[in-house]
Nanobody, 126 residues
Framework: QVQLVESGGGLVQAGGSLRLSCAAS????????MGWFRQAPGKEREFVAA????????YYKDSVTGRFTISRDNAKNTVYLQMNNLKPEDTALYYC???????????????????WGQGTQVTVSS
């Protein structure tokens, strides 16, 4: 049974930093995209960042490029999202997700992801 468990959310002032973690278990994720998405109240879920487990290719939403960094620790089967210079508009529920890589799938589309965590809340005060 695949499980993705997020942690690391919290309340931070604008300009501050947080590191989210996603502990993955239940299968091998070698041929997977691992992604972070977020959903603010009243808004649709949106792509934030993703990487390929093998190779570590990364993808970012334009508005977080240069502020957020996605990474993974193979030994711990954990994916991280380091978030620096946080802004109030980054406030959302952040989800970790996993997608089997296949022809025609996209790392930035939530529709292609097979597994989701329960989410961790990030609140940035101004």
């Amino acid at each position: 049974q695949v499980q993705l468990v997020e942690s690391g959310g919290g309340l931070v002032q604008a300009g501050g930093s947080l590191r989210l973690s996603c502990a993955a278990s239940g299968r091998t994720f070698r041929s997977y995209y691992m992604g972070w998405f977020r959903q603010a109240p009243g808004k649709e879920r949106e792509f934030v960042a993703a990487l390929t487990w093998i190779g570590g290719n990364t993808y970012y939403k334009d508005s977080v490029t240069g502020r957020f960094t996605i990474s993974r620790d193979n030994a711990k089967n954990t994916v991280y999202l380091q978030m620096n210079n946080l802004k109030p508009e980054d406030t959302a529920l952040y989800y970790c997700a996993a997608q089997a890589m296949a022809k025609g799938t996209s790392p930035i589309s939530s529709y292609h992801y097979d597994y989701w965590g329960q989410g961790t809340q990030v609140t940035v005060s101004s």
